[in-house]
């Protein structure tokens, strides 16, 4: 996923979301999130507004809009102050033939007490007479909890385009902790170069975020039947959060990882932290263009050869 696709991210909206009063839940230090992150506390109002958009309710999905303050939203077009603005756009879809909308959650953060964000991506169906097309887009919301109600306050999104078939295997459902806090990551290096010691493997960093689609897509396609087992037998992998591309850069520096074509990016290191190869032209970026040959190769170059450290 490339650098500009992250100006969704809630760092936009994180001044108008303080404006609104919160009705606090469990202490919870601002910006800060608890580790793993939880979507629990707005599941269900998420599922709510999923099961409106796919009913054409907008008035059940004005109801799940801030009105005081009320909710601004960034669109492709630009940015609005009309809270009446999204409800009108997500209902709109059910009259397009909108059968089928399904969402992935990709990141949850919780911003202080009672203000949540959530990195979503909407994969949706369509049928237009006899004919069905698939498309998706994304979004970051943010929920205020208010009055003992979550609402939403800010959102950002992308425009509807194709879906496009990966041939690498998809997540049914993303795991929101595949990057952990970014200040665990010089700590899990070296855990992995220690394991790697013993065992005479080799190690990853893939740089990137929860947020990014890209990421949950090369973790599934290691876990993968076909790829797992190539994985394992040579190599630790590290998951480095790069969090909005501010954290960790001197990380990324150190391992002559490039972070300016996208994420994921990754290094592979020896055994003893000597650096054997880095990303530098977001060769993984995208996985839309990576097939598993693709995987398998990078696997196959870069493993320890006969089963030992170089």
């Not at 911003?111 to 994969?123: C, D, N, Y």
Request: aromatic residues 8%; contains cysteine.
């Amino acid at each position: 996923m490339s650098l500009t696709r992250l100006r969704w991210l809630v760092t936009l909206f994180l001044p108008w979301c303080l404006c609104a009063p919160v009705q606090a839940g469990a202490p919870q230090a601002a910006g800060k999130q608890p580790k793993g992150g939880s979507a629990s506390a707005v599941l269900q109002p998420l599922e709510h507004w999923r099961a409106a958009v796919l009913a054409g309710d907008r008035a059940a999905l004005t109801s799940l809009y801030m009105t005081s303050p009320p909710a601004r939203a960034k669109t492709p077009q630009g940015e609005t102050q009309d809270p009446g603005e999204e409800p009108s756009f997500w209902s709109s879809l059910r009259r397009l033939g909108l059968t089928s909308f399904d969402v992935k959650i990709l990141e949850v953060k919780t911003l202080q007490p009672g203000v949540q964000s959530l990195v979503l991506r909407f994969e949706m169906k369509f049928r237009v007479v006899s004919t069905e097309k698939s498309a998706i887009a994304e979004a970051t919301q943010v929920w205020v909890q208010q009055d003992g109600a979550w609402r939403i306050i800010a959102t950002q999104r992308s425009d509807l385009s194709a879906y496009v078939p990966r041939r690498l295997p998809e997540p049914a459902k993303p795991n929101i902790q595949l990057y952990p806090d970014p200040a665990e990551a010089p700590a899990e290096i070296a855990a992995a170069l220690a394991a790697a010691r013993r065992d005479h493997k080799r190690v990853i960093l893939v740089f990137g975020g929860n947020w990014c689609y890209d990421c949950h897509v090369l973790d599934a396609t290691f876990r993968s039947k076909a790829v797992a087992p190539l994985v394992n037998e040579n190599y630790h992998v590290v998951h480095v959060n790069v969090a909005e591309y501010n954290q960790n850069l001197d990380l990324a520096k150190k391992y002559d990882v490039s972070l300016d074509k996208g994420v994921p990016s990754l290094a592979v290191l020896d055994s003893d932290g000597k650096l054997v190869f880095s990303q530098k032209q977001g060769e993984f970026e995208s996985t839309v263009k990576l097939g598993q040959e693709d995987v398998t190769a990078f696997l196959e170059r870069w493993k320890p050869q006969h089963g030992a450290s170089d």
